[in-house]
Structure formats: structure tokens, C-alpha cells
């Protein structure tokens, strides 16, 4: 597949580890942290959540590891809002896409 926005995706990447974001290998489902990869619509950002947070979560009442993902989107979007971006939930509720300055 042809790149369609790396400008936008060295962008997004750049922002997020300037805030201190984790930001992971795409092609490595297994490490903990955010992936930036293009899709169509524009640069999906999604995050996974490490093993040992997914057991602590599940061990604390009230808690969640679908709770912290909400957390951490909520904090990606507002960073990504606030340098400018326009952002719109992923299809699948897994993340969100950062759109395209000509959308």
C-alpha cells in the first residue's frame, strides 16, 4: 500500500513522543504503548495496554483496562486538538484517526 500521508504520520509521532507518549513499532501487537500507522482516512492512533496493568486492572474493583484506554484516548485527543488536529473516533471504537489538514 502506497504511503498517503507520511508527512501527517511523522507529525503525529513526533507530538506524541514530545509529550512523552510510548510510541511502539507498528507491526509489534505485543509491546505495551501507542501505535501511529496510516489508514485512508488519515493516521490511526490506538493504544494497548501492558499485561501486567490488564491483571492489575481486572484485580481492583471499579477498575478496568477499557477504562484507562478511554483515559489515554481522551489524553491523545486533547493534545492532538490542542497542536491543531482534527480527530475523529476509529470505526471499531479502537483508537482514533487523525485527519488530513484538506478534510
Known amino acids: 500500500m502506497p504511503s498517503v500521508h ?4 511523522v507529525r503525529v509521532r513526533h507530538v506524541l513522543k514530545l509529550a512523552g507518549f510510548l510510541v511502539v513499532d507498528q507491526a509489534d501487537d505485543a509491546t505495551p504503548g501507542l501505535r501511529v500507522s496510516e489508514v485512508p482516512a ?7 495496554a501492558s499485561h501486567g496493568f490488564t491483571a492489575l486492572a481486572a484485580d481492583q474493583r471499579g477498575a478496568s483496562s477499557d477504562g484507562m ?7 491523545v485527543v486533547g493534545l492532538l486538538v ?8 476509529a470505526s ?3 483508537g482514533i484517526v487523525v485527519l488530513p489538514e484538506d478534510q
Request: proline letters at 3%.
Open 6 to 9: 507520511p508527512q501527517l504520520l
Open 69 to 75: 484506554r478511554v483515559a489515554v484516548q481522551a489524553a
Open 42 to 48: 488519515g493516521v490511526l492512533v490506538s493504544w494497548t
Open 82 to 89: 490542542q497542536r491543531g488536529h482534527s480527530v475523529a473516533e
Open 92 to 94: 471499531d471504537g479502537n
